[in-house]
């Protein structure tokens, strides 16, 4: 096999697995450990991945890599969609019930659900709370909602409201169910997400709601980004697109997390 040929087949493999070992590449290829060196060197090089000890991960497997909500938002689009309906099915046709809906495009496809609420019995109310900018201009389509934004710093990558003045206003908030999204979720390290003052966010939000539920797509099962901001005993449900590995499975179970699959 070319050098070409091998570079190409390791990027896919990084791309699939989001982390491939030196011995398993050079039994793939039949080749010594120092020629699959010098392919991860030269892919290094060409910004495609990033050695680590032992062999290399994807680029967006680092601990602070976060892609942009415009690139976010064409990524994985069934997915979200198939996950937003789970969603759905969570909040009650009750008299009255609070959402709160955490930036991220998983809980914007929720949002977009959203649009077409209308209270099953005259009189009911859903109260939708959310720190995103974009989320609350869609809800804001739907004259039925009634609808409160977090105010704060906007942080201009991911649109959300962050910062002091939003994790104070949800220390007075009990939601009845919190919709997150997460950039991780690991067996070990629990739920994390690349930017600390948005993680803050997020463990308010946590610590806020009487019923937590993750939304997140298979991609970030097993991941873990720079920061914590809830243990796996702290989520009462995850819904997600694929069975988590035997490792995460096991967590879950062991921290009660109802795992619903979309």
């Given at each position: 096999?070319?050098?070409?040929?091998?570079?190409?087949?390791?990027?896919?493999?990084?791309?699939?697995?989001?982390?491939?070992?030196?011995?398993?590449?050079?039994?793939?290829?039949?080749?010594?450990?120092?020629t699959?060196?010098r392919?991860?060197?030269?892919?290094e090089?060409?910004?495609?991945?990033?050695?680590?000890?032992?062999?290399?991960?994807?680029?967006?497997?680092?601990?602070?890599?976060?892609?942009?909500?415009?690139?976010?938002?064409?990524?994985?689009?069934?997915e979200?969609?198939?996950i937003?309906?789970?969603?759905?099915?969570?909040i009650?046709?009750?008299q009255?019930?609070s959402?709160?809906l955490?930036?991220?495009?998983?809980?914007?496809?929720?949002?977009?659900?959203?649009?077409?609420?209308?209270?099953?019995?005259?009189?009911n109310?859903?109260?939708?709370?959310?720190n995103?900018?974009?989320?609350a201009?869609?809800?804001?389509?739907?004259?039925?909602l009634?609808?409160?934004?977090l105010?704060?710093r906007?942080?201009g990558?991911?649109?959300?409201?962050?910062?002091?003045?939003?994790?104070?206003?949800?220390?007075?908030?009990?939601p009845?169910?919190?919709?997150?999204?997460?950039?991780?979720?690991?067996?070990?390290?629990g739920?994390?997400?690349?930017?600390?003052?948005?993680?803050?966010?997020?463990?308010?939000?946590?610590r806020?709601?009487?019923?937590?539920?993750?939304?997140?797509?298979?991609s970030?099962?097993?991941?873990?980004?720079?920061?914590?901001?809830?243990?796996?005993?702290e989520?009462?449900?995850?819904?997600?697109?694929?069975?988590?590995?035997?490792?995460?499975?096991?967590?879950?179970t062991?921290?009660?997390?109802?795992?619903?699959?979309?």
């Amino acid at each position: 096999m070319f050098a070409e040929e091998r570079h190409r087949r390791i990027a896919e493999l990084v791309g699939v697995k989001g982390r491939v070992a030196v011995n398993d590449l050079a039994d793939l290829f039949s080749i010594t450990q120092e020629t699959v060196r010098r392919d991860l060197a030269t892919l290094e090089d060409e910004r495609i991945l990033r050695r680590v000890h032992g062999g290399a991960v994807a680029l967006d497997r680092l601990s602070r890599s976060e892609p942009s909500l415009s690139v976010r938002q064409t990524q994985r689009l069934d997915e979200k969609a198939r996950i937003a309906l789970a969603a759905m099915a969570l909040i009650p046709q009750t008299q009255t019930v609070s959402i709160l809906l955490d930036s991220g495009t998983t809980t914007g496809a929720l949002a977009a659900q959203l649009l077409t609420w209308a209270p099953a019995s005259q009189g009911n109310e859903l109260l939708a709370i959310t720190n995103s900018l974009p989320i609350a201009s869609s809800l804001s389509e739907n004259t039925q909602l009634l609808i409160d934004i977090l105010g704060g710093r906007v942080r201009g990558l991911t649109s959300a409201v962050v910062g002091a003045r939003a994790t104070e206003q949800l220390s007075g908030l009990r939601p009845d169910i919190a919709f997150i999204g997460t950039n991780g979720i690991h067996s070990e390290f629990g739920l994390s997400t690349p930017d600390p003052v948005e993680a803050a966010t997020k463990t308010a939000m946590v610590r806020a709601a009487r019923q937590v539920v993750i939304l997140a797509d298979a991609s970030k099962l097993g991941a873990e980004t720079l920061v914590r901001f809830a243990t796996l005993e702290e989520v009462d449900t995850l819904i997600t697109t694929t069975e988590p590995s035997p490792d995460l499975a096991a967590a879950l179970t062991a921290a009660g997390v109802e795992v619903v699959l979309a």
